[in-house]
């Protein structure tokens, strides 16, 4: 039996032209999907209400959300770790759970409304969150300091053990029996 080799000097390279241009397709619509399928948690404002709330104006969940402050412009002390729950998209949480327990206290500011005095000295929040994605799951920090919103990819913060967080339910459920 004699077997034909194929040389390189026999293809005919016009012929492979579609392949090459059907896998790059193929590659930057996975990365497409990739990129535009990423949480962004940015912090609002609530004027009414008094208290900010963090929403996802991405395009996919954001999964173990922690929640923290700074309550000092040279601090890089990060307090009070609150792990929340997932956050669909254009979903919020209502950072208020500070103002019924007496406890935590960072999401309120001034009666003036001025950002630049808060109310026991928190200078910046921030939330660690991930992408939902399965096959590039990605760790965010959106830190808000000075009314804006920076989003960095990775925990620039830290990491807690389980012990050191509070809970998003068990705080208000205090807040409610403090009512």
């Known amino acids: 039996m004699i077997v034909d080799c194929i040389y390189i ?3 005919k390279w ?8 059907a896998i790059l397709a193929i ?5 497409s999907w990739l990129t535009n399928s990423e949480p962004v948690i940015v912090f ?3 004027n009414d209400n008094k208290y900010y709330y963090i929403k996802n104006v ?3 969940p954001a999964m173990n959300i922690i929640v923290t402050y700074i309550n000092d412009v040279e ?4 307090k009070n770790p609150v792990k929340c729950y997932s956050l669909e998209t254009n979903g919020k949480i209502n950072i208020d ?3 019924k327990t007496g406890g935590i206290l960072f999401s309120k500011r001034n009666d003036l409304g001025d950002p630049s005095e808060y109310v026991n000295g928190v200078t910046r929040l921030a939330a660690v969150y991930n992408s939902a994605n399965f096959l590039c799951k990605m760790t965010y920090t959106s830190i808000f300091n000075d009314e804006n919103t920076f989003i960095k990819k990775g925990n620039k913060i830290r990491k807690w053990k389980s012990k050191e967080l509070f809970r998003i ?9 403090t009512k």
């Not at 590659?27 to 990365?31: E, T």
């Not at 339910?169 to 029996?177: G, I, N, P, T, Y």
């Open 9 to 11: 000097s026999d293809v």
């Open 97 to 99: 759970w500070g103002l």
């Open 75 to 78: 601090s890089k002390d990060w």
């Open 27 to 31: 590659v930057i619509a996975f990365f």
């Open 169 to 177: 339910w068990d705080l208000r459920r205090k807040s409610e029996m």
């Open 58 to 60: 991405g395009k996919g």
């Open 14 to 21: 016009l012929d492979l032209i579609p392949i090459i241009i």
């Open 44 to 46: 609002i404002w609530d």
